[in-house]
């Protein structure tokens, strides 16, 4: 949440830093600004709006500084207005902060700072930090090159919370400081310029080149070099990360909406997920993992943590462990798990799943399964990412940049991976070989199904325009399906903001199917051939009470009984999930279409959620 952008270098730092913007404004979108360093002090140019707005305020082409900070803002605390916009400065003037996070002790410094003089002018957290600097700055009698670095240092050890951020002063105008602590920050190296932002993609037009901060780290950084310092501020060192995404992945290449080229990129997301890790006649290997059978053997439970979509995947995950491992499996929201005093140990396995590996509830999550004694392990598509670097063991889904913020392709390369670790585990624990080769030779199939899939995205258009005006919508399913109900209804709701309820459909008629009303549309996902039956009465059931009904199926049914029937391939049922969400993705799609909105940026959302 809240994206941050800096540049330090020859160029002129606005229009790189606006442009930054634009391609972060997934992190949050409701104002946002820039600050640089000019010939005669700070500039400060921000307002409420989206990021566009910056091109239109006055004397914005006149800077023309080369170092600058910049911020587009999902508010936490503080409406969205221009006051509460970042950057925020001292009351001096002589420090300019963006900030991402929470400060939760803000209250207290503000009094404390107020008592000492200052004055504020917002309702944010992040006011406190640019005055907490001064402090510190103006109290430091030695005046030296390290006086701007102490004074940050000082003031963030005063902060409680979470943080990420950078800082300019008009003292020092060839330096940009930054630091984080649970909040992600990353500096692109270039050829005598260097960049900072809170995701990879906004800066990889300028930079594959990567240093990864760790928290509680302080960089400077200048136009040549940046040198970084531990929390005492003892000199470290570092290595860049090359980073392989390129910079055409994070464009929308043609497509209106990223999130239509995302769902697009499904098949070669997978594909790249399966990878070279994998094929039919070989053992899965995942070079990063070492379990043996004896600990897999010792485990007596698995938990999923996760949230939104990515917990959804988690529970795709459990139906495939549970039936291949024989293990049991529990899949939770991260916010509730980690504050229900969850039953971990030694003999339990965490998994965590993350697209960013940002979302400040799972990290935490992960943090309180490593403090019980678990062996923790994180499934991520950002090398580096927080999460990855907190747990002991990390891999990855090769789905490329995910801009949009309603997660698609993220989502079926993380079925697929978990899925494989499932094989993975299977083949360890040597459980039932030809279950186990029939569902690899499948997962091979796999992308040329979803590419079939992808053919019926003009039908689900036409029914799309026949939905869009509805004020709810159902979404039913049983086993496997039910998560893939559950998938597509939450995509529905988040880019449409038309009400959508999912409920396994046996449970419809102990109380939910008193909702049902004419004319109403129920969409159902029917891949499993063992609930065919139970499956068709309870659609029969809704559409008595006069129900509109799409459904969604790789079985032979009589499709006379309902308003459009999508057929899609059939594969083995542990992987349908990752065909049957395609159609529901695109319905989600169009409808947003049809009503005029912005698909990739819906409102109240930020792509990653880095604050509890
Ligand atoms: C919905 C969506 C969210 C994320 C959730 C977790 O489309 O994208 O529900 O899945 O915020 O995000 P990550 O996977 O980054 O931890």
């Known amino acids: 949440m809240c994206g941050i952008v800096g540049y330090i270098g020859n160029q002129k730092a606005s229009p790189i830093l606006i442009n930054g913007l634009i391609r972060l404004e997934y992190r949050g979108y409701d104002s946002a600004g820039i600050s640089t360093i000019e010939d005669n002090g700070l500039s400060l140019m921000k307002d409420k709006g989206r ?11 006149d800077l023309t500084g080369t170092i600058g900070i910049a911020h587009t803002r999902w508010a936490t605390h503080g409406k969205p207005a221009k006051e509460n916009s970042h950057p925020h400065m001292d009351n001096s003037q002589t420090f300019s902060v963006v900030h991402n996070g929470i400060i939760e002790n803000y209250h207290e410094l503000r009094n404390f700072l107020t008592q000492n003089g200052y004055t504020f002018y917002s309702q944010t957290d992040t006011e406190v930090i640019p005055n907490l600097v001064h402090y510190y700055y103006q109290k430091d009698e030695n005046h030296d090159e390290l006086r701007f670095l102490r004074a940050v240092k000082n003031a963030c050890g005063d902060l409680k919370g979470s943080y990420a951020i950078e800082i300019i002063c008009k003292d020092y105008p060839n330096i940009m400081i930054v630091t984080r602590k649970d909040s992600p920050l990353v500096i692109g190296k270039g050829e005598n310029e260097n960049y900072i932002s809170s995701d990879i993609p ?37 290595e860049t990360k090359t980073i392989e995404w390129n910079s055409a992945s994070a464009e929308k290449e043609g497509f209106e909406d990223f999130m239509l080229k995302e769902i697009y990129e499904q098949p070669t997301a997978i594909r790249e997920t399966i990878g070279a890790k994998f094929n039919e006649s070989t053992k899965c290997e995942f070079d990063e993992l070492n379990f043996t059978k004896d600990y897999l053997s010792s485990i ?25 491992c024989k293990i049991t499996t529990e899949v939770d929201v991260a916010s509730e798990f980690r504050y229900r005093d969850p039953l971990v140990d ?16 799972t990290i935490a999550a ?25 747990a002991d063991y990390s891999i990855y889904t090769h789905a490329g940049p995910e801009i949009a913020v309603a997660s698609t392709k993220a989502y079926t390369s993380q079925v697929i991976l978990i899925t494989i670790l499932a094989i993975y585990f299977a083949e360890i624990l040597e459980m039932d070989s030809q279950m ?14 979803i590419e079939e899939t992808l053919k019926l995205s003009e039908v689900i258009q ?23 109900a559950r998938e597509g209804s939450l995509k529905l709701k988040e880019i449409s903001y038309i009400h959508s309820e999912s409920y396994p459909a046996g449970e419809l008629k102990h109380g939910p199917i008193a909702l049902i009303e004419n004319d109403i549309t129920v969409v159902s996902i029917l891949t499993d051939s063992n609930l065919v039956e139970k499956m068709v009465s309870n659609i029969q059931e809704v559409i008595t009470r006069g129900a509109k009904t799409l459904v969604i ?40 279409k049809e009503k005029g909105l912005d698909v990739d940026k819906p409102r109240n959302l930020a792509k990653s959620v880095t604050v509890e």
């Open 51 to 61: 990021v566009k707005n910056l091109y239109h305020l006055e004397g914005i082409d």
């Open 202 to 238: 906004a800066i990889l037009s300028f930079t594959r080149n990567f240093y990864l901060l760790d928290d509680l780290e302080f960089a400077i950084l200048t136009r040549e070099a940046v040198s970084f310092y531990d929390k005492d501020l003892n000199p470290t060192s570092k």
């Open 300 to 324: 007596n439970k698995i938990y999923i943590v996760a949230c939104g979509t990515a917990m959804h995947a988690g529970l795709v995950g459990k139906n495939v462990i549970e039936k291949l």
């Open 346 to 361: 030694e003999k339990t396995l965490c998994i965590f799943i993350s697209q960013s590996g940002e979302t400040a509830d």
């Open 366 to 390: 992960l943090k309180l399964c490593k403090e019980k004694g678990s062996k923790t392990l994180a499934i991520s598509n950002v090398i580096g990412s927080s999460i990855t670097r907190e």
């Open 436 to 449: 186990i080769n029939t569902l690899k030779k499948d997962i091979m199939e796999l992308p040329k199904k």
């Open 462 to 484: 036409d029914f799309s325009k026949k939905a869009y005006q509805e004020k709810d919508i159902f979404f039913l399913g049983r086993g496997v399906d039910e998560t893939v």
């Open 553 to 592: 199926t790789n079985q032979n049914i009589d499709k006379n009984m309902f308003d459009m029937t999508i057929q899609i391939p059939k594969t083995n049922s542990f992987i349908s999930p990752i065909l049957s969400i395609v159609p529901l993705q695109l319905f989600a799609y169009y409808i947003s």
